[in-house]
C-alpha cells in the first residue's frame, strides 16, 4: 500500500534488493530483503544458502530490471518490438467502438492481472491514457480488490448465474447459421 513504501533514499538510495524465491515448505510466497554483497561474496565461496531449518535458500538479485520490465509494458519499442504499450492498446480498442461510447468506457477502466500490483501501475496508466483520451472525457482506471483472481472469479459468478449464462450463450449451431452481423446486432444494443 501507499503507507509502505520506501522513499527513494531510505536504503543509501540503492536499487539493488534480493529477491527470496518461495521453497513452498516454509514460505509459499517470494519476498524481497535488502541486498547483501557480502551474502552474495559468500555464496560464491561457499555454495548456496542454508537457513536455520535446513533448507536451501534460493533468491535472485534485482537492479534495474525491476523497473525496465514494467517499463516494456508502456514502451515495448525500448526492446525493439513494433507493437504499442498498453495506452495505445486502450486507445486502439476504442476506435472500434461509437464515440459516444468513448466517455463511458475510459470512465470506468479496470486493470487486472499481476502486473496490475506494480507499484505505480494504475496511477501511470492513468497519466498516459488520460494524455491519449479525449478532453472532454473522464478517465478512471480502478485496481480490482484481488487483480490476480478477478477474471476467474468474474468467470464464476457468471457461470454460477445460469439464466444470464443462458441469454449470453451462442451455439456454435447458431453462429454457423448467422454469422458474425447476426452477433453484432444481437449485441450492440448492451443485450443479447
Same mark, same amino acid.
Given at each position: 500500500?501507499?503507507?509502505?513504501?520506501r522513499?527513494?533514499?531510505?536504503?543509501?538510495?540503492?536499487?539493488?534488493?534480493?529477491?527470496?524465491?518461495?521453497?513452498?515448505?516454509?514460505?509459499?510466497?517470494?519476498?524481497?530483503?535488502?541486498?547483501? /554483497?557480502?551474502?552474495? !561474496?559468500?555464496?560464491?565461496?561457499? &555454495?548456496?544458502?542454508?537457513?536455520?531449518? %535446513?533448507? +536451501? #535458500?534460493d $533468491?535472485?538479485?534485482?537492479?534495474?530490471e525491476?523497473?525496465?520490465?514494467?517499463e516494456?509494458?508502456?514502451?515495448?519499442?525500448?526492446?525493439?518490438?513494433?507493437?504499442?504499450?498498453?495506452?495505445?492498446?486502450?486507445?486502439?480498442?476504442?476506435?472500434?467502438?461509437?464515440?459516444?461510447?468513448? /466517455?463511458?468506457?475510459? !470512465?470506468?477502466?479496470?486493470?487486472? &492481472?499481476?502486473?496490475?500490483?506494480?507499484? %505505480?501501475? +494504475? #496511477?501511470? $496508466?492513468?497519466?498516459?491514457?488520460?494524455?491519449?483520451?479525449?478532453?472532454?472525457?473522464?478517465v478512471?482506471?480502478?485496481?480490482?480488490?484481488?487483480?490476480?483472481?478477478?477474471?476467474?472469479?468474474?468467470?464464476?459468478?457468471?457461470?454460477?448465474?445460469?439464466?444470464?449464462?443462458?441469454?449470453?450463450?451462442?451455439?456454435?449451431?447458431?453462429?454457423?447459421?448467422? &454469422?458474425?452481423?447476426?452477433?453484432?446486432?444481437r449485441?450492440?444494443?448492451?443485450?443479447?
Open positions: 500500500g501507499v503507507g509502505d513504501r522513499k527513494v533514499g531510505d536504503d543509501g538510495g540503492n536499487i539493488v534488493v534480493d529477491y527470496v524465491l518461495p521453497d513452498y515448505n516454509t514460505h509459499k510466497q517470494g519476498y524481497i530483503r535488502p541486498y547483501d /554483497p557480502s551474502l552474495v !561474496a559468500k555464496l560464491k565461496k561457499t &555454495g548456496p544458502a542454508v537457513s536455520g531449518g %535446513g533448507v +536451501v #535458500e $533468491f535472485m538479485t534485482l537492479g534495474n525491476r523497473f525496465t520490465v514494467p516494456l509494458l508502456f514502451n515495448p519499442g525500448d526492446v525493439g518490438m513494433k507493437q504499442a504499450g498498453l495506452p495505445e492498446t486502450v486507445m486502439q480498442s476504442l476506435s472500434g467502438l461509437p464515440h459516444g461510447l468513448w /466517455p463511458a468506457m475510459l !470512465a470506468n477502466v479496470v486493470v487486472v &492481472g499481476g502486473n496490475a500490483k506494480i507499484d %505505480g501501475f +494504475v #496511477e501511470r $496508466f492513468t497519466t498516459e491514457l488520460r494524455q491519449l483520451a479525449p478532453a472532454e472525457c473522464i478512471r482506471v480502478a485496481r480490482s480488490p484481488d487483480p490476480i483472481q478477478a477474471t476467474w472469479l468474474g468467470g464464476c459468478r457468471l457461470v454460477s448465474n445460469k439464466s444470464l449464462l443462458k441469454e449470453l450463450l451462442v451455439t456454435r449451431q447458431e453462429y454457423q447459421e448467422h &454469422g458474425n452481423g447476426w452477433l453484432l446486432r449485441f450492440a444494443n448492451g443485450k443479447p
